[in-house]
């Protein structure tokens, strides 16, 4: 009998284990898809910037652990992407548009659970630390192919208003 009783307890010790397990498992697809969606969505040629931190503000949400209840913001110098926020937050810092500092944000404007604990977990953290640099890199490719854009229609100027040929030596 007493091996029957250890058996049991060990049978749920077990089985809580492998729902723990399960339910941290789900947690952590949901962050690596709004990774993976935050990816492409940045590298999309068809967005401008403001498009792509509108988008990822509204993709941010659905990462947390209380989706219902969070919201997501992107504030970019003086410009703000996504929901108000008015709660408990997350942000993650990067530099964003000629340096200024930029901020990912993600707040809850409800109060939680009673079961929630801690509002945040470190591997939300780590998740907006990763899109913060992300939408750094976005920023400054997008800056460097403006640049780039800019140099060619000058060159294009200058030699369709040169009056004399140019010729190129190699």
Partial sequence: LCELAQAALAFRDTSLDYRSAQYNLGERMKELSCLFDVFRITQRDDFDLELILETVAARLPAAMRY???AVGRIECGQQHFGAEICGTQLEAEFIGQNGEPAKVIVAYNSPLPPE???PFIVEEQTLLDAIGAQLATT????RVSSDEHDRQALLDAIFVSAPDAIELVD
């Fill in 116 to 118: 929630a604990g801690a």
């Fill in 139 to 142: 920023i400054e490719k997008l």
């Fill in 67 to 69: 989706p219902e209840i």
